[in-house]
């Protein structure tokens, strides 16, 4: 998926790995989330359900002159989940829109799993 846009004879194309890594780091500076610098930690539940692929935490796809985004995040124990996720679908609607000019139509955020605080 290449989103292409032409003015006055130029051509300006915003890759689909452009636009997932817009979308991943504007999730990691959610506070709940959890991440390693700009990438989204990825649970072992959702990287066994993709077995033998290239898992990404963020699809990106067109449909009808806008982008469709779902990012899989894991949340931080003693955040809540809902909170979290609202706030990971207006930041990544607003940075993919902000950032490439493009129409976001949807956010879908999955909760693959949490991280719960080790005590010793």
């Given at each position: 998926?290449?989103?292409?846009?032409?003015?006055?004879?130029?051509?300006?194309?915003?890759?689909?790995?452009?636009?997932?890594?817009?979308?991943?780091?504007?999730?990691?500076?959610?506070k709940?989330?959890?991440?390693?610098?700009e990438?989204l930690?990825?649970?072992?539940?959702s990287?066994?359900?993709f077995?033998g692929?290239?898992?990404?935490?963020?699809?990106?796809?067109?449909?009808?002159?806008?982008v469709?985004?779902t990012?899989?995040?894991?949340?931080?124990q003693?955040?809540?989940?809902?909170?979290?996720?609202?706030?990971?679908?207006?930041?990544?609607?607003?940075?993919?829109?902000n950032?490439?000019?493009i129409?976001?139509?949807?956010?879908?955020?999955?909760?693959?799993?949490?991280?719960?605080?080790k005590?010793?």
């Amino acid at each position: 998926m290449n989103k292409k846009t032409t003015r006055t004879g130029a051509s300006l194309r915003i890759s689909n790995e452009v636009l997932t890594k817009i979308a991943e780091v504007a999730a990691t500076e959610i506070k709940g989330v959890a991440a390693n610098g700009e990438h989204l930690v990825v649970s072992e539940k959702s990287i066994a359900q993709f077995a033998g692929k290239f898992f990404s935490p963020v699809k990106a796809v067109m449909k009808n002159d806008a982008v469709e985004v779902t990012v899989c995040i894991v949340v931080l124990q003693g955040y809540k989940a809902e909170t979290v996720a609202k706030a990971v679908q207006e930041s990544v609607k607003s940075a993919i829109q902000n950032m490439a000019g493009i129409s976001v139509s949807k956010v879908n955020v999955r909760i693959t799993d949490i991280v719960l605080n080790k005590t010793e």
